[in-house]
T-cell receptor
Framework: GENVEQHPSTLSVQEGDSAVIKCTYS??????FPWYKQELGKGPQLIID?????GEKKDQRIAVTLNKTAKHFSLHITETQPEDSAVYFC???????????FGKGTHLIIQP | DAGVIQSPRHEVTEMGQEVTLRCKPI?????LFWYRQTMMRGLELLIY????????DSGMPEDRFSAKMPNASFSTLKIQPSEPRDSAVYFC????????????FGQGTRLTVV
């Protein structure tokens, strides 16, 4: 089955700086890579996703890059703000034909 | 739509008791997933349904766990008997068409087994 590794587990950045979270996956057939944000006491919420036919996707301050050869993808958040503080999860297809395998999560802390 | 609705939000029970978690998916979504979240293991897929039919339950940890979806608007996850190691946050999520589309998660049920 799919194995998703996520780094770092905790990331602290100054407000206004950029944050980068990286994930690797094992199944070369995987073709869909979402990122979820989880705030305290809530369920994860999709913030951006990318499919294997593109190498980069951007949505305002958030971008995701995909390197299929190396089997890794990254989340980039620019101009970080206090409301970006949360736990972020990457995922890839796995756990059955329709399930997702999630990384262990990155706790992003935005320092004022 | 109010989103995916789970109940209860918190459940504290004694070891050996039966626990039933409930989920109402978003109307029109054909897929329903049950996940478990712990610090040690992260988010794990337990089971999922397509059009009310269980498709893959390979993530269900033991026979003590069972899940049903009697209709398109309701699913349950039951643990009988419960054990302290079952303590976790259980999430239900629904998607409009499979795993390659946005999953909408409920608020979760925090289960504590003492």
């Amino acid at each position: 089955g799919e194995n998703v590794e996520q780094h770092p587990s905790t990331l602290s950045v100054q407000e206004g700086d950029s944050a980068v979270i990286k994930c690797t996956y094992s199944d070369s057939a995987s073709n869909y890579f979402p990122w979820y944000k989880q705030e305290l006491g809530k369920g994860p919420q999709l913030i951006i996703d990318i499919r294997s036919n593109v190498g980069e996707k951007k949505d305002q301050r958030i971008a995701v890059t995909l390197n299929k050869t190396a089997k890794h993808f990254s989340l980039h958040i620019t101009e970080t703000q206090p409301e970006d503080s949360a736990v972020y999860f990457c995922a890839a297809p796995g756990g059955g034909a329709d399930g997702l395998t999630f990384g262990k999560g990155t706790h992003l802390i935005i320092q004022p | 739509d109010a989103g995916v609705i789970q109940s209860p939000r918190h459940e504290v029970t004694e070891m050996g008791q039966e626990v039933t978690l409930r989920c109402k998916p978003i109307s029109g979504h054909d897929y329903l997933f049950w996940y478990r979240q712990t610090m040690m293991r992260g988010l794990e897929l337990l089971i999922y349904f397509n059009n009310n039919v269980p498709i893959d339950d390979s993530g269900m940890p033991e026979d003590r766990f069972s899940a049903k979806m009697p209709n398109a608007s309701f699913s349950t996850l039951k643990i009988q008997p419960s054990e302290p190691r079952d303590s976790a946050v259980y999430f239900c999520a629904s998607t409009i068409s499979g795993g390659l589309t946005e999953a909408f998660f409920g608020q979760g049920t925090r289960l504590t087994v003492v």
